[in-house]
Structure formats: structure tokens, C-alpha cells
């Protein structure tokens, strides 16, 4: 019953840092969320982390929904449903987010799905949010959803063999496979991490104004005009990167290059200038890719979706190291014997780590 226990605070960790990591990559909650605000107060509080039925994109007047509006994603409740989509309102607000932020009925396919209830109550782990949302960074969530992984390879893949003494011992046996498999999780996890740390955001900041000209970075409204962009390749291999302009940038010399490791490249970016006089600050979107694929592969991947080619990446690496094993001949082997005590499964996995 115990061990019970263990694996089902495990799988529960797990969930909820995979579903926070799938959810970074996508860009969008997948099956986990947590409230950013307290316009849901008292139903979800401010930092609480709930659970998504991905499945459900009809929801009814009174289901409480996950939707985008903009670039932001809002849990909210289904206050009505017309012809146009959905009307929505915070449990914890005055008007609808149609009245009050002037948002148009959210379309069905805006939708992330419906928040998971049990008996009318949503199911929710409080201010866990919190530190899921500020405490880790995207790195430290690829990290620790692989720490998890790597827990349970220990877990299911361990051989114990109990042996009868005096003293109760038993041995912990880590066979080939074991380690196998945890190396090749560190290779993907080290793929994965070297290439989001990679992709970054180039803001390029100016004005839009009647006395455009009359300083640096001041254009007149409607103005087309050009800026120079540097991208630098910090790492010591060459990496494959692409170009995805934003909103007013019209065009790039170069949308896509290779640089070898310490190397640069210097892109015009084209612009034109709003016709409302404000300061603008639209964004270049660079992804970094290691070259594993060739360019002609790469290309449509991208266009698809930036996560697309990094996946593509993982399954290649993935189908090498599955290939590489089955043809070494090698798994059952033992490797690794610990002698121990009767102590808990977290205890074991401590003093695995500790060889």
C-alpha cells in the first residue's frame, strides 16, 4: 500500500509538470492551467492550478471554459451561447467580457477546452500556480519533467532481488537497458534545452509622428523605412535559424541561414510605419534548430510551426539511439548492483543518484 502511494504521488508530480512543460512549448494550456487573476474568485482564486477536458469545445451556458482572446488565454464562465459564439463572464466581475472589455463572442475555435468539475466545483490544487508560473523558468521545466522521466525508468525498469538474512537486505540490480535509456533521455533532454534557450525575441522599437526625421527612430505615419538586426550564435556548434517577422515588418534580406559556432549575421528588416502616431515596438521572432535535418525538410516543418522541426529533431535522435540498441545486442546485462536496507522508494532513488 505504500508503494501504492508513492507511485501515485508520482504520477500526480508528474502530471502537473508535464502539463505545465507541454503547455510552454505549445504556447497554450494542453490538460493544465492555472489563474492568472482572481476574476473567477471564490470558484478559482488567484495562483490556483485547475484540470482541462481538451475534449470539450461545446460547452454549455454555466461551464466554465478556457479561451483566447488575443494572445492571452482567460478561464472564464460561459454566461450565455448565441449564434456569433460564446458569452463570457468572470464568476468574481460585474459585466461580460463582451460588455466590459468589449471582446467579440468567443468562436469555437478559440476554445481550449472546459474546465474539469466535481459535483459543481472545480478541481483544483490552490496557489500551486504560483510557483509553476514564476519559480520556474522554461528550462527548469524541460529539466524537471526529465528528472521525472528519469525517475521512472529507475522506478519500472529496476531489477530487486531479495535476498533472506538476518538483516533483511535486499539487492538493487540496474541493468544496461536502465542506464541506456537514462543516457539517451539526457541527449534528448540536452537537444531540447540547447534549442529553446536558442530562440529569442528582437523587439525593434520607434515612433510613429508628425516630426518624423527630426530624430533617430521617429518616422511619419505610413513611412516605409529599414533597420539593422544582428543575430549571434553563443553557442559552440552551428545552429540553423529562421526569421518570422511580426505585425508593420514587411519583409527580411534573410529569413533563413546557418551560423557556425561564436558567428553572426546582419539582417535588414523592413518596416512601415501605422498611420496612428504612437510608439511601436513590433518583434522578430528567431529559432534556432541544430542541423540535423536537411534545409529542404527543415523549410516546410517550420512553416508548419516552430516546434515542428524541433520535434522532427527528437524522433530522429529517438529512432537512432532505438536502432543503436536493438543492433548492439546488449540490455539485460547488469551494470550496477546497491546493496540496501528496507527503506521507502524515494530513499532508493536518492542513493541510485548518489553512486
Do not use: C
Request: net charge positive; glycine share 10%; hydrophobic share 40%.
Amino acid at each position: 500500500m505504500k508503494r501504492i502511494l508513492e507511485y501515485t504521488v508520482l504520477a500526480i508530480i508528474g502530471v502537473l509538470v508535464t502539463g505545465s512543460l507541454v503547455g510552454m512549448l505549445l504556447d497554450r494550456p494542453v490538460f493544465i492551467s492555472y489563474a492568472y487573476s482572481g476574476s473567477m474568485e471564490p470558484t478559482i482564486n488567484k495562483g490556483d492550478i485547475f484540470f482541462i477536458n481538451p475534449l470539450a469545445r461545446s460547452p454549455e451556458a454555466g461551464d466554465i471554459i478556457v479561451f483566447q482572446t488575443g494572445n492571452v488565454w482567460t478561464v472564464h464562465r460561459v454566461y450565455a451561447v448565441t449564434e456569433g459564439g460564446y458569452i463570457t463572464k468572470g464568476d468574481n466581475n460585474i459585466a461580460t467580457d463582451q460588455q466590459s472589455h468589449n471582446i467579440p463572442p468567443i468562436p469555437g475555435d478559440r476554445i481550449a477546452g472546459t474546465v474539469i468539475t466535481l459535483n459543481g466545483a472545480p478541481l483544483r490544487i490552490p496557489q500551486l500556480g504560483n510557483y509553476f508560473g514564476t519559480g520556474l523558468s522554461d528550462r527548469g521545466k524541460v529539466l524537471l519533467a526529465g528528472l521525472l522521466i528519469v525517475i521512472g525508468i529507475l522506478a519500472f525498469t529496476g531489477d530487486e532481488t531479495a535476498r533472506h538474512s538476518r538483516k533483511s537486505q535486499k539487492k538493487i540490480t540496474v541493468k544496461f537497458k536502465t542506464l541506456y535509456a537514462l543516457t539517451s533521455v539526457f541527449l534528448l533532454l540536452m537537444v531540447a534545452v540547447s534549442t529553446l534557450v536558442s530562440w529569442e525575441v528582437i523587439p525593434i522599437t520607434y515612433s510613429v509622428t508628425s516630426a518624423g526625421g527630426l530624430r533617430e527612430g521617429w518616422y511619419l505615419p505610413g513611412e516605409e523605412f529599414q533597420q539593422k538586426v544582428t543575430i549571434k550564435n553563443s553557442n559552440v556548434y552551428p545552429m540553423l535559424y529562421y526569421v518570422s517577422p511580426g505585425p508593420t515588418i514587411t519583409g527580411v534580406s534573410k529569413d533563413g541561414f546557418k551560423l557556425g559556432g561564436g558567428e553572426d549575421e546582419s539582417i535588414t528588416v523592413t518596416l512601415r510605419a501605422p498611420q496612428t502616431t504612437a510608439m511601436y515596438s513590433p518583434r522578430l521572432q528567431v529559432n534556432a534548430y541544430l542541423p540535423l535535418l536537411p534545409t529542404s525538410v527543415m523549410e516546410p516543418l517550420y512553416r508548419v510551426h516552430p516546434m515542428v522541426p524541433l520535434m522532427a529533431i527528437l524522433l530522429e535522435i529517438s529512432a537512432f539511439l532505438g536502432v543503436l540498441y536493438l543492433v548492439s545486442g546488449i540490455g539485460n546485462e547488469d551494470v550496477l548492483r546497491i546493496r540496501r536496507r528496507r527503506s521507502s522508494f524515494f530513499r532508493e532513488i536518492a542513493e541510485v543518484f548518489r553512486i
